[in-house]
C-alpha cells in the first residue's frame, strides 16, 4: 500500500535568512566538485525503447516503506521517458564498470540512445525497466511522486525489487572524474 507523503505544510523557513543572497553557482560547482558521489545508471523504457542515463545524485529516503530519491536533469531525453512510464531501475555501478558510466553520461563519441545499450548485459524485473546484469546493486522502482526543482526533477521512487549484491569495489565521482575506492588503513 502506498502511503502519502506531503510537503510540511505547518513548517516555515527562518525569516532571518530568507533574504540572504546565494553563493553563486560557480562557487557551489566548485564545491560540489569535492562531494563523493557514487555512480549509478537510471534507466526507464520510451514504449519499447530502453532509454538511460548516468547520475550521481541517487539517495535512500527510507528502509520501512523502501524508498530511494532520484535527481534527473530535464534536459536530458531520458526524463520525459521516465515520467511517462512512471519506472526507472537504479543500476548502482561497480568500479569495474567506468566504461559503462561513460557510455551512458554520454562521453563516449558515436553511442547514444538506444546504442548504449549495446554495452553490458540487460535485463528487465518488475517494473520493466532495463536491469544491468553484474551492478554492484539494483533497485528496480515506481516513481510516486516528482518535484520540480529548478533544472532537475526530484523523483521519489518506492523500490519494488532489489538485488543481492555481488560484492565489489563502488565506482565513485569526484573532482571530475571517475575513481575506485580504496580503504584507509586501521
Not at 14 to 29: G, Q, V
Not at 97 to 117: D, Y
Not at 128 to 155: M, N
Request: aromatic share 4%; with cysteine.
Amino acid at each position: 500500500m502506498t502511503q502519502n507523503i506531503n510537503q510540511r505544510l505547518d513548517w516555515a523557513s527562518n525569516e532571518a535568512l530568507r533574504d540572504l543572497p546565494t553563493a553563486s553557482a560557480d562557487d557551489h560547482r566548485t564545491g560540489m566538485r569535492h562531494l563523493a558521489s557514487g555512480v549509478s545508471i537510471i534507466t526507464s523504457r520510451d514504449g519499447e525503447t530502453a532509454v538511460g542515463l548516468t547520475a550521481t545524485a541517487v539517495c535512500s529516503v527510507t528502509v520501512d516503506p523502501p524508498r530511494m530519491v532520484v535527481l534527473v536533469n530535464k534536459k536530458v531525453a531520458a526524463a520525459d521517458s521516465i515520467l511517462a512510464s512512471g519506472a526507472l531501475c537504479i543500476n548502482v555501478l561497480a568500479a569495474s564498470q567506468a566504461h559503462l558510466a561513460k557510455v551512458f553520461a554520454g562521453m563516449v563519441e558515436g553511442v547514444f540512445g538506444p546504442a548504449r545499450f549495446e554495452h553490458g548485459n540487460w535485463h528487465s524485473r518488475v517494473s520493466g525497466a532495463p536491469v544491468l546484469e553484474g551492478a554492484l546493486a539494483t533497485f528496480d522502482c515506481r516513481v510516486v511522486k516528482v518535484f520540480d526543482e529548478s533544472t532537475h526533477h526530484a523523483l521519489l521512487c518506492e523500490v519494488l525489487d532489489a538485488s543481492e549484491p555481488p560484492g565489489g569495489e563502488p565506482l565513485i565521482y569526484v573532482n571530475g572524474a571517475f575513481c575506485r575506492v580504496s580503504p584507509l588503513e586501521a
